[in-house]
């Protein structure tokens, strides 16, 4: 009786504990969907976000939620997976899902992705799997933008250091976009915490800086040569 007593109140220690600490944030590689598959090379449609996104809340005024599919102007946030190919050509970027915010602009503000959680003891970094070719990305930690660079592994990267071992909204988005042509995408998995910090986004400018310097002057000669040979 008396091993029993001490079980039940470790575990109802344990459970204030964490209680007291906040639960840490959950579905970060988007594997938590429980949608119902989409044909091979069809299309889905709109979903629940509750069972397409679980664990997070999607926002932005106006945005819809589906899966397998693309806005026709709306905000969107689309998960695409796991019957490939499909209609419109998403590839999971990691594991059977990937989510995919989508902003045209002009309809409201763009889409959101955000949940409330436990950001772990020790973390310098967060980062995810992003697809280059849609890497408009918007991070932000209470409000706060996270600065963000590329590192190895095709992921984009910010240091969060501030937040470590508090509770904090997590928030994912897109760039502002207006016109036809300033549509945004922005396609990226498998959030992760780090204990690794980046390098700061100053250091990695001034870098990019001189490389574009040194371009500029490598090609400046045969730009002279050719404005000589136009002359003549």
Do not use: H
């Given at each position: 009786m008396k091993i029993r007593r001490i079980i039940l109140l470790g575990a109802f220690s344990s459970a204030l504990l964490q209680s007291g600490l906040g639960q840490g944030f959950v579905?970060?590689?988007?594997?938590?969907?429980?949608?119902?598959?989409?044909?091979?090379?069809?299309?889905?449609?709109?979903?629940?976000?509750?069972?397409?996104?679980?664990?997070?809340?999607?926002?932005?005024?106006?945005?819809?939620?589906?899966?397998?599919?693309?806005?026709?102007?709306?905000?969107?946030?689309?998960?695409?997976?796991?019957?490939?190919?499909?209609?419109?050509?998403?590839?999971?970027?990691?594991?059977?899902?990937?989510?995919?915010?989508?902003?045209?602009?002009?309809?409201?503000?763009?889409?959101?992705?955000?949940?409330?959680?436990?950001?772990?003891?020790?973390?310098?970094?967060?980062?995810?799997?992003?697809?280059?070719?849609?890497?408009?990305?918007?991070?932000?930690?209470?409000g706060v933008p996270i600065p963000l660079l590329p590192i190895s592994g095709g992921r984009l990267a910010g240091n969060v250091a501030a937040f470590a071992g508090n509770e904090a909204q997590l928030t994912f988005s897109t760039t502002g976009s207006f016109g036809v042509f300033g549509d945004r995408f922005f396609y990226f998995d498998d959030v992760q915490f780090s204990p690794t910090s980046v390098p700061e986004p100053s250091i990695c400018s001034l870098v990019i800086v001189c490389i574009l310097i040194l371009s500029w002057r490598i090609k400046r000669p045969n730009n002279a040569l050719e404005r000589t040979a136009t002359v003549l």
């Amino acid at each position: 009786m008396k091993i029993r007593r001490i079980i039940l109140l470790g575990a109802f220690s344990s459970a204030l504990l964490q209680s007291g600490l906040g639960q840490g944030f959950v579905n970060l590689d988007f594997e938590d969907a429980t949608v119902a598959p989409t044909p091979v090379n069809g299309f889905g449609g709109s979903v629940d976000p509750g069972i397409a996104f679980p664990g997070w809340t999607v926002g932005g005024s106006g945005t819809v939620v589906i899966y397998n599919d693309l806005s026709l102007g709306a905000p969107a946030a689309c998960l695409m997976g796991p019957d490939f190919p499909n209609a419109v050509n998403y590839t999971p970027l990691e594991g059977s899902y990937s989510a995919l915010l989508y902003y045209s602009g002009g309809a409201g503000p763009p889409p959101t992705l955000s949940q409330t959680g436990l950001v772990p003891a020790g973390t310098q970094s967060i980062n995810f799997l992003v697809s280059p070719s849609a890497s408009d990305a918007v991070v932000t930690l209470n409000g706060v933008p996270i600065p963000l660079l590329p590192i190895s592994g095709g992921r984009l990267a910010g240091n969060v250091a501030a937040f470590a071992g508090n509770e904090a909204q997590l928030t994912f988005s897109t760039t502002g976009s207006f016109g036809v042509f300033g549509d945004r995408f922005f396609y990226f998995d498998d959030v992760q915490f780090s204990p690794t910090s980046v390098p700061e986004p100053s250091i990695c400018s001034l870098v990019i800086v001189c490389i574009l310097i040194l371009s500029w002057r490598i090609k400046r000669p045969n730009n002279a040569l050719e404005r000589t040979a136009t002359v003549l």
